[in-house]
């Protein structure tokens, strides 16, 4: 069998390989039902079969690799992460889970063994929300909780999540086909890296999630008045982007005067869009995240109340539609004593924190039992092509989590 050290060289190689399959040349984005997801399943089911498993991609587009047990019809461990990735993302985010389930499969096979229970690991094939603005696309078609309602989104280019399934050869009607009910789940264990900088500062390679916060994800409309940048007085305009810009420094102000609470403007698009005319319309999104979903909730409010004043004030209208919106969740104080005692066992300090960002497993948290195993991340960077973990890391985490797999055998 291979050493954690060999696997984790294999999975930087194949970290590589993937960040190759990007829509732009020369920088990594791969956005759900593209082209390019679909070569990604494609190399990430080669190296599913390679690794001992039965591999498939299932009716929402991830791609699946089971691993049967010894008591086959036990329930399964999934092990997952995401193989979608933002505009110019890092190469470690979501993949760097995935990888790792694999290459611990492989380890076994290589050593001849089967745990007790099966092992399914799943690439998710949307966790960013980046195509239709909502999240975990993946993990709630395999948790059975997609809300129909989905299908009629559209991407930027006016097409449908159901028309883009249609295109990818996949049938929105069918998507039940990728649910597992709760009992078929035994628990969900997703590594991922920490994308921010407190383990690095505590000096470890790995840390136990503690609970993933909670977000709501918002698009603002706001409709003014196009008009002559010269020739319209500034009392009698319906300056549509000052309303947006009183909209982003409100979002601003109410999260940094919340506890614990963390606010986003991230997209913002002013049209006419012409240097001589009056902004008339324009749309922006707001994403606000908590530990406490309370504190969310007020923090939403608050942001929505000081933009609908904002508009109020300059005669503009303004439509707000909610894109996501998902509660805070518990990792499960079993699947945290399991992830400390493995990483006790691979010679790492266990240490525990929350996470700000979101993951599969806070959709999986609906089915079953979820742990997550933080690695490190170079000066706490994400979602930037910088993003980088150490060959090192990946080797404890490796080793952390095979002996996760054996402590659940217990
Ligand atoms: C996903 O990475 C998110 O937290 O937005
Ligand atoms: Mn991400
Ligand atoms: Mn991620």
Request: hydrophobic letters at 45%; glycine letters at 10%; charged letters at 20%.
């Amino acid at each position: 069998m291979n050493s954690p050290e060999v696997l984790a060289g294999e999975i930087m190689g194949r970290i590589d390989q993937l960040a190759a399959i990007s829509e732009t040349p020369g920088a990594l984005t791969r956005r759900y039902l593209t082209e390019e997801h679909r070569r990604a399943n494609q190399l990430v089911g080669e190296w599913m079969s390679g690794a001992g498993m039965n591999a498939a991609q299932d009716a929402a587009g991830n791609m699946v690799g089971r691993y049967g047990g010894a008591n086959d019809n036990s329930p399964a461990l999934i092990i997952g992460s995401h193989l979608d990735t933002v505009v110019n993302a890092g190469k470690f985010d979501g993949m760097l889970g995935v990888l790792c389930g694999i290459a611990c499969v492989q380890a076994l096979r290589d050593a001849g063994r089967r745990m007790a229970y099966p092992i399914k690991v799943i690439g998710f094939a949307d966790e960013e929300g980046v195509r239709f603005g909502t999240t975990y696309l993946g993990s709630r078609a395999v948790c059975g909780t997609l809300d129909p309602a989905t299908f009629d989104r559209t991407d930027a280019n006016g097409i449908t999540y159901r028309q883009a399934l249609l295109d990818f050869g996949l049938d929105a009607a069918r998507i039940g086909q990728a649910a597992h009910r709760a009992g078929e789940v035994r628990a969900f264990l997703e590594l991922h890296i920490e994308q921010g900088p407190v383990l690095e500062a505590l000096n470890r390679p790995a840390g136990a999630v503690t609970a993933i916060n909670g977000q709501t994800r918002l698009s603002v409309t706001v409709t003014g008045e196009a008009g002559h940048a010269g020739t319209v007085p500034m009392a009698l305009r319906k300056d549509a982007l000052a309303v947006a810009a009183e909209g982003v420094l409100a979002v601003e102000t109410v999260c940094a005067q919340a506890d614990d609470v963390v606010g986003t403007v991230g997209i913002l698009s002013t049209s006419p869009g012409a240097i001589n005319v009056i902004p008339g319309d324009v749309n922006f999104t707001v994403d606000i995240r908590a530990r406490e979903d309370a504190a969310r909730r007020d923090a939403v409010a608050a942001a929505i109340r000081a933009i609908r004043a904002a508009a109020e004030k300059r005669r503009c209208i303004v439509q707000v539609t909610v894109l996501h919106r998902a509660v805070s969740a518990p990792c499960s104080e079993s699947m945290i004593a399991i992830i400390e005692r493995a990483m006790a066992a691979a010679g790492v300090e266990p240490s525990r924190m929350p996470s700000g960002a979101g993951h599969d497993a806070a959709a999986m948290a609906e089915i079953c039992d979820v742990g997550m195993i933080f690695l490190r991340s170079d000066g706490g960077i994400s979602h930037n092509p910088a993003e980088r973990t150490s060959q090192e890391d990946i080797a404890a985490g490796v080793s952390i989590m095979l002996n996760v797999l054996d402590e659940m055998e217990g």
